[in-house]
Structures are given as structure tokens and as C-alpha cells.
């Protein structure tokens, strides 16, 4: 089956930095993957997604790299912002959610 | 906003009680799913529809849960004889995948609370 997971609970970031956020995945036949930001008493929102025949996707501000060889997958976040604060979810294509990075942006 | 709707937002019972919550997908989705999400943990899938057909059910979903979606617009969760253990957020999530992959559009729970 289908597992993800992601490294770090939480991770404490000055505003202006860039953030990484870094996840794996167990299912060598995934083919798809989404992030997602979920804040304060809101549903999670959809980030970026790529697919497994990519190594890398850019959108607004982030950014999301796929490693196959080692099953990895990471979400880098541009210039963080205050607004950037919120727990963050990778998920496959059965759309099984890893456990979540929670992200404090410090001013 | 999503687009997807939930209500209750917020709903207090007591142990043994009964209680439903119903969920309005993006009108066009012909997917709704609902998964279950408790304090620091990521949402854990409990079934999907497509269209009004449930094509799928956790092994987290007891016999005490139902949902329906009779008509393949809203939907409705329900929970008989809840217990404490079945405090939760309850998210609901719409999609219309196309190709590999599907982006769900969730909206902003139902929170219970079992006393």
C-alpha cells in the first residue's frame, strides 16, 4: 500500500527565509503527489502537485521537488511570510496524508 | 472559500447520541469524500462517492457510520451511538479528476465533541 510521511513536526522559520519542508513515500509505483496547507480551523487547501515524470515544479512562491531514487519528495516555500504559517500535508495518489509539518514563521 | 460547504461547523453531544452532518460539494464535482482528522494528525480517509455510489469505505468506518448522497449532490455523514473515541474534525472534500491525480477542494470541517 500506500504510505507518506513527512520528517519534521514542526519547523521554526524567520520571516524572509526560505522554508523546506521534506516528505517520503513508500510506494515506488506513486505516480502523483499534492501538497497541501491547512491553517487554523480551516480545511486543507491545495498547494502544488507533480507528477512522477517530473523532478521539479514551480508555482507562486514555491517550489516542489520530487527525488524517485530515494523516494522523497520536498516543498520549498520562498521567502516565507507571515501568512505561511499553517501545518502543511504531502499526500500520494490514493490521497493518503502524511502526518504534517507545522510551520511558525518568527517576525 | 472553497466552494464546499459543511455544516454544523461546530457540534457538542453526549456519549450514545446520535448525530449527522451534511456536506454541499463545488456543484459541477462528481466526487465527495470524508475523512476524519484528530489534533495533530493528518485527515485519515473514512469513504468516497462517485456520483451517488460509495465506491469506497475505510476499515476505520464502523457500522455505526453512514453516509449517503442520494442524489450525487450534497451528502451526509451519520454516527450512531457516538462515543468519545468519535471526537473529531470531520472534513468533507469534493473533486472531478481528470487524468492521473485529483485535487480535493475540502471545506472547513464539522468539529465534534463527544461528552
Known amino acids: 500500500g500506500e504510505s507518506v510521511g513527512l520528517h519534521l513536526p514542526t519547523l521554526s522559520v524567520q520571516e524572509g527565509d526560505n522554508s523546506i519542508i521534506n516528505c517520503a513515500y513508500s510506494?515506488?509505483?506513486?505516480?502523483?503527489f499534492i501538497w497541501y496547507k491547512q491553517e487554523s480551523g480551516k480545511g486543507p487547501q491545495f498547494i502544488i502537485d507533480?507528477?512522477?515524470?517530473?523532478d521539479k515544479r514551480q508555482g507562486q512562491r514555491v517550489t516542489v521537488l520530487l527525488n524517485k531514487t530515494v523516494k522523497h519528495l520536498s516543498l520549498q516555500i520562498a521567502a516565507t511570510q507571515p501568512g505561511d504559517s499553517a501545518v502543511y500535508f504531502c499526500a500520494g495518489l490514493k490521497l493518503t496524508f502524511g502526518g504534517g509539518t507545522r510551520v511558525l514563521v518568527k517576525p | 472559500d472553497t466552494g464546499v460547504s459543511q455544516d454544523p461547523r461546530h457540534k457538542i453531544t453526549k456519549r450514545g447520541q446520535n448525530v449527522t452532518f451534511r456536506c454541499d460539494p463545488i456543484s459541477e464535482h462528481n466526487r465527495l469524500y470524508w475523512y476524519r482528522q484528530t489534533l495533530g494528525q493528518g485527515p485519515e480517509f473514512l469513504t468516497y462517492f462517485q456520483n451517488e455510489a460509495q465506491l469506497e469505505k475505510s476499515r476505520l468506518l464502523s457500522d455505526r457510520f453512514s453516509a449517503e448522497r442520494p442524489k450525487g449532490s450534497f451528502s451526509t455523514l451519520e454516527i450512531q451511538r457516538t462515543e468519545q473515541g468519535d471526537s473529531a474534525m470531520y472534513l468533507c472534500?469534493?473533486?472531478?479528476?481528470?487524468?492521473?491525480?485529483?485535487?480535493?477542494?475540502f471545506g472547513s470541517g464539522t468539529q465534534l465533541s463527544v461528552l
Open positions: 472534500a469534493s473533486s472531478s479528476p481528470l487524468g492521473i491525480g485529483e485535487k480535493l477542494f
Open positions: 510506494n515506488s509505483a506513486s505516480d502523483y
Open positions: 507533480i507528477r512522477s515524470n517530473m
